[in-house]
C-alpha cells in the first residue's frame, strides 16, 4: 500500500515537470517565431511611425535594416526636418546621429528607458527587446482561440519588466497584444497587433500599435509599407561609418 | 482763544526751556527719520538692482508655466499682447522670452544648459543683460556669414565646455512638434562671471530659438514687463490681469515670482523693524523726559492759575496744547535738518567698504530714499508720544488742589 502510494507520488513528481518542460518548449518555439517574425535571418524594411501625445502629433518614415537579433540600422526618410537622422545598434551597443549637427551620440545605460525619436517605444524596445527566447522564461496557456504566452525575466535578465504577457492566435499563429507589467504586477503599457498582410511571401501583422497606460492620450503607432526578408545584406550597413554617410 | 493765547506765551516765556525740548524733540525725528530712509532706500535699492537683473517688476506666463514649467505652456499670440501692453504709460520696457533646457556641446565635453530665446532689443530696453557682455558683442538677430546663427554664452558654460568667441555651440533638446532639436551656433559673446545668474545659460535670439523648438513666430513662454517704479508691480499686475481677455494667462508680480527672495527680504525688514522700534521708544523717553520736567517745573504756576479761578479742564487743554505746539515746532525743525541729509543720501549714498553679494547680484553703495513714508512716520511718532506722555502732568495739573500746588517747592 505504502509502495503503491509512494510510486503514485514519484510518478506524480516525474510526470509533472516534465509535462510543463513539454509545454515550455513548446511555448519558447512559439516565443523565438514571434522573435523572429518581423525579422527572420535579415530584413529590410519601410515603415510610417505615428507619434500621438496631447500636445503634439506627427508622423516619421524611416526605413530600416536588421541582421539577426543583435544589428539593426534605422534611418529616418521624412519629415525633411529629420531627413537623415538614424540609429545603429550592434550587439548591446547602441549610436544616434545627427546630419544636421554632424554628430555621433552614443547612447548611455541610463538613457535606454529613454524614448526614442519622441515615440513610446523605448530605446530599450530597439535594443534588447528582439532577444525574448534568451532572456525570459516562457508558459503557456490555451484562452479559447488563442494561446497566451506568458514570460518572466530569467534571473541574470536586466530588465524593468516582472511579467511580459503576449496573445496569439493559434490558427495563424501571429501575435495579437503584448502587455508589459511592472514589479508591482499592474499593467503599463500594451503593444496591439493588426492587418495581417502578405509581405513578400510572409504574412505578418502590418500596424502596430503602443500605447502607454500611465499617460493619457499618448499613442504610437507603427505600419509597415514594405518589407523584405532574408536578402542578403552587406557587411558594411551595421557600421559607424555607414552611419554618419549623408545621403 | 484765551487757552491758546496763554499756551503760546508759556512757551515763548521760558525760551531756554522751549529750546532745549524743541532741540531733543527734533534730534529724535532727524534720527528716526534717517534711520527709516537708509533701510527703506537699501531694500528699494536692492529690489531695483535684482528686479533688473533678470527678474523684471512683472512676469506673464501660460496658467502655472511658473510653478511647472513645460515646453507647451506657450503664450500663442504675443504679438497683440504686446501691443496691448505698450499702449499702458506706466510700462518702460516688454520683453519676450522662451526657455528650452537643452545638453550643449563643446569641443568634446557636454553640459545641460538653460537656453533662452530674446529679442535682443527689447531685453536690452528690460533688463541689463547687455551690461553683463564681458567679451564679445551683443546678441543680434541676423545669421552670421558662416551660416550659422550667434548665441550668447554664460561664464561658466564656457569655461567647462572650453569654447570661446568665435567658436561652435552644439545644442540638443526637445522640439515642440516632438522632433530632436539640433543645431549648431556660434559664439558671439560671453556674459556673466561665475558668480551670475547666466552662468550656466545660453542666450539665442527670438527667431533662432523658434526655428531651433520648431515653435511658431507669435509663441514665447514669458513676457516679462519693467514698469516706470517697482512698487506699482501688484496693482499693475492684478488690473491688467482684470483687464485681460485671454484667461489662459497669468500677470505675477516680482513678489510672486521671485518669492523666497520676496520672504527673505520681508523677513529681514521685520527685524530692521524691532531695532527700529528700540529708537521710536527712545525718542519717545527723551519727548517724556523733557515734557514731565517742563510740568513738574511749573506745578506752582499751575497752582496759581487754580487759584484764580480757571477750570481743570482748562488746564488739561493748556498742558496738552503746548506740548503739541512744541511737538509740530519740532518736527518742522527735524524735517528742516533731515530733508537735505536724506536727499544727500538718495542721490549719492554711503559706498560699502566691502560689497555685498545676493543670488550674483552685488550691491556697492548704500542709498537712502525720500518718500511719504520716511516724512511721516517720525512725525507720527513724535507728535503721538508727545500727546500720550504728557496726558500724565496734564491729569496731573487738572487734579491737583491750588494750595498743595502753592505748597509745592
Given at each position: 500500500?505504502?509502495?503503491?502510494?509512494?510510486?503514485?507520488?514519484?510518478?506524480?513528481?516525474?510526470?509533472?515537470?516534465?509535462?510543463?518542460?513539454?509545454?515550455?518548449?513548446?511555448?519558447?518555439?512559439?516565443?523565438?517565431?514571434?522573435?523572429?517574425?518581423?525579422?527572420?535571418?535579415?530584413?529590410?524594411?519601410?515603415?510610417k511611425m505615428q507619434i500621438i501625445?496631447?500636445?503634439?502629433q506627427r508622423t516619421l518614415e524611416m526605413?530600416?535594416?536588421?541582421?539577426?537579433?543583435?544589428?539593426?540600422?534605422?534611418?529616418?526618410?521624412s519629415p525633411?526636418?529629420?531627413?537623415?537622422?538614424?540609429?545603429?545598434?550592434?550587439?548591446?551597443?547602441?549610436?544616434?546621429?545627427?546630419?544636421?549637427?554632424?554628430?555621433?551620440?552614443?547612447?548611455?545605460?541610463?538613457?535606454?528607458?529613454?524614448?526614442?525619436?519622441?515615440?513610446?517605444?523605448?530605446?530599450?524596445?530597439?535594443?534588447?527587446?528582439?532577444?525574448?527566447?534568451?532572456?525570459?522564461?516562457?508558459?503557456?496557456?490555451?484562452?479559447?482561440?488563442?494561446?497566451?504566452?506568458?514570460?518572466?525575466?530569467?534571473?541574470?535578465?536586466?530588465?524593468?519588466?516582472?511579467?511580459?504577457?503576449?496573445?496569439?492566435?493559434?490558427?495563424?499563429?501571429?501575435?495579437?497584444?503584448?502587455?508589459?507589467?511592472?514589479?508591482?504586477?499592474?499593467?503599463?503599457?500594451?503593444?496591439?497587433?493588426?492587418?495581417?498582410?502578405?509581405?513578400?511571401?510572409?504574412?505578418?501583422?502590418?500596424?502596430?500599435?503602443?500605447?502607454?497606460?500611465?499617460?493619457?492620450?499618448?499613442?504610437t503607432v507603427?505600419e509597415?509599407?514594405?518589407?523584405?526578408?532574408?536578402?542578403?545584406?552587406?557587411?558594411?550597413?551595421?557600421?559607424?561609418?555607414?552611419?554618419?554617410?549623408?545621403? | 482763544?484765551?487757552?491758546?493765547?496763554?499756551?503760546?506765551?508759556?512757551?515763548?516765556?521760558?525760551?531756554?526751556?522751549?529750546?532745549?525740548?524743541?532741540?531733543?524733540?527734533?534730534?529724535?525725528?532727524?534720527?528716526?527719520?534717517?534711520?527709516?530712509?537708509?533701510?527703506?532706500?537699501?531694500?528699494?535699492?536692492?529690489?531695483?538692482?535684482?528686479?533688473?537683473?533678470?527678474?523684471?517688476?512683472?512676469?506673464?506666463?501660460?496658467?502655472?508655466?511658473?510653478?511647472?514649467?513645460?515646453?507647451?505652456?506657450?503664450?500663442?499670440?504675443?504679438?497683440?499682447?504686446?501691443?496691448?501692453?505698450?499702449?499702458?504709460?506706466?510700462?518702460?520696457?516688454?520683453?519676450?522670452?522662451?526657455?528650452?533646457?537643452?545638453?550643449?556641446?563643446?569641443?568634446?565635453?557636454?553640459?545641460?544648459?538653460?537656453?533662452?530665446?530674446?529679442?535682443?532689443?527689447?531685453?536690452?530696453?528690460?533688463?541689463?543683460?547687455?551690461?553683463?557682455?564681458?567679451?564679445?558683442?551683443?546678441?543680434?538677430?541676423?545669421?552670421?556669414?558662416?551660416?550659422?546663427?550667434?548665441?550668447?554664452?554664460?561664464?561658466?558654460?564656457?569655461?567647462?565646455?572650453?569654447?570661446?568667441?568665435?567658436?561652435?555651440?552644439?545644442?540638443?533638446?526637445?522640439?515642440?512638434?516632438g522632433?530632436?532639436?539640433?543645431?549648431?551656433?556660434?559664439?558671439?559673446?560671453?556674459?556673466?562671471?561665475?558668480?551670475?545668474?547666466?552662468?550656466?545659460?545660453?542666450?539665442?535670439?527670438?527667431?533662432?530659438?523658434?526655428?531651433?523648438?520648431?515653435?511658431?513666430?507669435?509663441?514665447?513662454?514669458?513676457?516679462?514687463?519693467?514698469?516706470?517704479?517697482?512698487?506699482?508691480?501688484?496693482?499693475?499686475?492684478?488690473?491688467?490681469?482684470?483687464?485681460?481677455?485671454?484667461?489662459?494667462?497669468?500677470?505675477?508680480?516680482?513678489?510672486?515670482?521671485?518669492?523666497?527672495?520676496?520672504?527673505?527680504?520681508?523677513?529681514?525688514?521685520?527685524?530692521?523693524?524691532?531695532?527700529?522700534?528700540?529708537?521710536?521708544?527712545?525718542?519717545?523717553?527723551?519727548?517724556?523726559?523733557?515734557?514731565?520736567?517742563?510740568?513738574?517745573?511749573?506745578?506752582?504756576?499751575?497752582?496759581?492759575?487754580?487759584?484764580?479761578?480757571?477750570?481743570?479742564?482748562?488746564?488739561?487743554?493748556?498742558?496738552?496744547?503746548?506740548?503739541?505746539?512744541?511737538?509740530?515746532?519740532?518736527?518742522?525743525?527735524?524735517?528742516?535738518?533731515?530733508?537735505?541729509?536724506?536727499?544727500?543720501?538718495?542721490?549719492?549714498?554711503?559706498?560699502?567698504?566691502?560689497?555685498?553679494?545676493?543670488?550674483?547680484?552685488?550691491?556697492?553703495?548704500?542709498?537712502?530714499?525720500?518718500?511719504?513714508?520716511?516724512?511721516?512716520?517720525?512725525?507720527?511718532?513724535?507728535?503721538?508720544?508727545?500727546?500720550?506722555?504728557?496726558?500724565?502732568?496734564?491729569?496731573?495739573?487738572?487734579?491737583?488742589?491750588?494750595?498743595?500746588?502753592?505748597?509745592?517747592?
Amino acid at each position: 500500500m505504502l509502495k503503491l502510494l509512494l510510486s503514485a507520488l514519484f510518478s506524480l513528481i516525474f510526470i509533472l515537470p516534465s509535462n510543463s518542460c513539454l509545454a515550455d518548449e513548446d511555448a519558447a518555439a512559439l516565443l523565438k517565431k514571434m522573435d523572429e517574425l518581423f525579422r527572420s535571418n535579415s530584413s529590410i524594411a519601410t515603415m510610417k511611425m505615428q507619434i500621438i501625445t496631447p500636445n503634439w502629433q506627427r508622423t516619421l518614415e524611416m526605413q530600416s535594416w536588421t541582421q539577426g537579433m543583435d544589428d539593426t540600422f534605422i534611418r529616418v526618410l521624412s519629415p525633411r526636418k529629420d531627413r537623415g537622422v538614424a540609429t545603429l545598434k550592434k550587439d548591446k551597443e547602441m549610436w544616434n546621429f545627427f546630419p544636421k549637427i554632424n554628430k555621433v551620440i552614443k547612447v548611455p545605460p541610463s538613457m535606454m528607458m529613454g524614448s526614442w525619436m519622441g515615440s513610446d517605444f523605448t530605446n530599450d524596445d530597439l535594443v534588447r527587446e528582439v532577444s525574448m527566447v534568451e532572456e525570459y522564461h516562457v508558459a503557456k496557456a490555451v484562452e479559447g482561440e488563442n494561446y497566451r504566452l506568458t514570460l518572466t525575466p530569467k534571473q541574470n535578465t536586466v530588465t524593468v519588466w516582472a511579467k511580459i504577457e503576449i496573445v496569439v492566435n493559434k490558427q495563424s499563429l501571429l501575435p495579437l497584444e503584448q502587455s508589459y507589467f511592472n514589479e508591482k504586477g499592474e499593467k503599463v503599457r500594451s503593444m496591439m497587433f493588426s492587418e495581417v498582410r502578405d509581405f513578400a511571401g510572409k504574412k505578418m501583422p502590418a500596424i502596430m500599435t503602443m500605447v502607454p497606460l500611465n499617460k493619457t492620450g499618448h499613442k504610437t503607432v507603427i505600419e509597415y509599407v514594405e518589407a523584405e526578408f532574408d536578402s542578403e545584406l552587406g557587411n558594411n550597413i551595421f557600421t559607424l561609418r555607414n552611419l554618419q554617410t549623408r545621403f | 482763544m484765551l487757552t491758546f493765547k496763554l499756551a503760546f506765551r508759556n512757551i515763548l516765556r521760558n525760551r531756554r526751556r522751549s529750546i532745549l525740548t524743541l532741540l531733543s524733540m527734533g534730534g529724535g525725528f532727524f534720527l528716526l527719520c534717517l534711520t527709516l530712509s537708509m533701510s527703506e532706500g537699501s531694500y528699494s535699492n536692492i529690489i531695483d538692482i535684482f528686479t533688473q537683473d533678470h527678474t523684471g517688476h512683472v512676469q506673464i506666463h501660460k496658467d502655472d508655466y511658473l510653478e511647472r514649467p513645460s515646453l507647451y505652456k506657450t503664450i500663442n499670440n504675443v504679438d497683440t499682447l504686446m501691443s496691448q501692453l505698450e499702449s499702458n504709460d506706466n510700462v518702460i520696457g516688454i520683453a519676450p522670452r522662451i526657455f528650452g533646457p537643452s545638453l550643449a556641446y563643446g569641443k568634446n565635453k557636454t553640459f545641460p544648459a538653460q537656453v533662452i530665446g530674446i529679442d535682443p532689443q527689447l531685453e536690452s530696453q528690460t533688463t541689463r543683460l547687455k551690461n553683463k557682455v564681458s567679451q564679445g558683442k551683443y546678441l543680434t538677430n541676423t545669421i552670421s556669414e558662416t551660416g550659422y546663427y550667434s548665441a550668447m554664452i554664460g561664464y561658466s558654460l564656457a569655461n567647462n565646455l572650453g569654447i570661446t568667441l568665435g567658436d561652435e555651440l552644439v545644442l540638443i533638446s526637445q522640439g515642440i512638434d516632438g522632433s530632436i532639436a539640433n543645431d549648431i551656433f556660434e559664439v558671439s559673446a560671453i556674459v556673466g562671471d561665475a558668480n551670475s545668474y547666466e552662468k550656466m545659460n545660453v542666450y539665442l535670439s527670438l527667431p533662432a530659438m523658434q526655428e531651433f523648438l520648431s515653435m511658431g513666430k507669435n509663441q514665447v513662454h514669458e513676457v516679462v514687463i519693467t514698469l516706470e517704479n517697482q512698487s506699482l508691480a501688484r496693482s499693475f499686475s492684478k488690473k491688467t490681469q482684470d483687464k485681460l481677455v485671454d484667461t489662459d494667462l497669468n500677470i505675477e508680480p516680482w513678489q510672486v515670482v521671485e518669492s523666497s527672495f520676496y520672504n527673505s527680504m520681508q523677513a529681514d525688514k521685520k527685524g530692521s523693524y524691532v531695532s527700529m522700534s528700540i529708537i521710536i521708544f527712545i525718542v519717545s523717553i527723551g519727548v517724556l523726559n523733557t515734557i514731565l520736567m517742563g510740568t513738574l517745573e511749573r506745578t506752582r504756576e499751575f497752582g496759581v492759575l487754580k487759584a484764580i479761578g480757571t477750570r481743570p479742564s482748562s488746564v488739561f487743554f493748556l498742558i496738552i496744547l503746548e506740548s503739541f505746539a512744541l511737538a509740530l515746532i519740532s518736527c518742522l525743525l527735524g524735517l528742516l535738518l533731515s530733508l537735505p541729509v536724506c536727499f544727500w543720501l538718495a542721490s549719492s549714498g554711503i559706498p560699502m567698504p566691502e560689497p555685498i553679494d545676493m543670488g550674483g547680484i552685488t550691491f556697492d553703495t548704500m542709498l537712502g530714499e525720500v518718500s511719504w513714508f520716511v516724512i511721516l512716520l517720525p512725525s507720527v511718532v513724535v507728535i503721538a508720544s508727545t500727546l500720550v506722555v504728557s496726558l500724565i502732568p496734564a491729569i496731573r495739573a487738572a487734579k491737583i488742589s491750588p494750595l498743595q500746588a502753592l505748597q509745592a517747592t
